[in-house]
């Protein structure tokens, strides 16, 4: 049986029926992070950025529509605007046209689920929000973003670097001789290495522009949005410079923590979020195995 594909204009024609269950609709554009249409006594074209909704003026950390349209299937999370708590559910939805996610918003604040009260006077139930969207986008340990951040985050950057024609670059961390300190000193040890090293890196990125996210084991990424590549070579090697006076206090005694690092640049034609970050692991194992010749 072959099931066809609705329309873009259909379901737009959909969206005053899904108002009256829902305190807002929108259709979204996951990729460029675009309002396609939203309800305003009719629909109507928009050319907002879909999270310009939440006041926050940058792509949500926990980008549930990213998540719907990558995995095929619907997403829910609470999210806060200025004086409200909203559910939003993200639904995939192939149209004839183009794959787009539907959100449906509604005003959760008051409902039985969040419970009732003045909740503009404090920021209890909005930093609870925020430390629920934590949980799926930090990496425990760390306190850095996880894996499944940088999943969906990384294609998003890529798309928007793309469209507004600047640079990204990404850089790919290993931590030297983990297993080394593990031996000697336990586990417990190599994790305190891996903090001390996620607070090095942190301290030297950029602030509300780059992002670090812990890859898995002792390995990080490092995304440096608008940078070219000799911004990104200067950033890295402040990262460098940063571990070059960092020791971590593991047992009485100050360890110092090395790393290896591979930096690359997408070029202008563009490359998937995989392919960037097999490039910079690959050039990391280049610079490690060139030290290790040099020694």
Not at 100 to 117: F, Q, R, W
Request: proline share 2%.
């Amino acid at each position: 049986m072959v099931i066809e594909k609705i329309s873009l204009s259909k379901l737009q024609s959909y969206l005053d029926f899904f108002n009256k269950m829902y305190d807002a609709v929108r259709l979204v554009d996951p990729l460029h992070k675009k309002v396609i249409e939203y309800q305003n006594n009719g629909s109507q074209e928009a050319a907002e950025a879909c999270y310009s909704y939440w006041s926050s003026g940058r792509i949500c950390e926990n980008c549930v529509s990213v998540r719907a349209y990558k995995e095929q299937k619907s997403f829910m999370k609470l999210e806060h605007c200025p004086n409200a708590i909203m559910l939003v559910t993200a639904l995939p939805v192939d149209t004839q046209e183009q794959a787009v996610v539907l959100e449906l918003l509604k005003n959760a604040t008051d409902t039985m689920m969040i419970g009732k009260g003045d909740y503009n006077k404090g920021a209890v139930l909005f930093n609870a929000v925020q430390d629920i969207n934590d949980m799926v986008v930090r990496d425990e340990l760390t306190s850095l973003y996880n894996r499944r951040f940088m999943d969906d985050r990384l294609p998003v950057d890529i798309v928007n670097a793309m469209v507004n024609k600047r640079p990204i670059s990404v850089i790919f961390i290993d931590v030297d001789n983990l297993k080394n300190t593990n031996d000697l000193f336990g586990h417990c040890a190599g994790d305190q290495i891996l903090k001390c090293a996620a607070d090095v890196i942190q301290r030297s990125i950029r602030a509300n522009l780059d992002w670090a996210a812990r890859y898995g084991g002792d390995e990080f990424v490092v995304c440096l949005n608008n940078a070219s590549y000799e911004e990104a070579s200067e950033i890295s090697e402040g990262i460098y410079t940063a571990f070059a006076t960092t020791s971590c206090s593991i047992q009485g005694q100050n360890i110092p923590i090395t790393v290896s690092q591979g930096l690359v640049t997408m070029p202008e034609a563009g490359m998937t979020a995989d392919e960037l970050i097999r490039l910079a692991d690959e050039k990391m194992y280049e610079e490690k195995r060139r030290r290790k010749v040099n020694r």
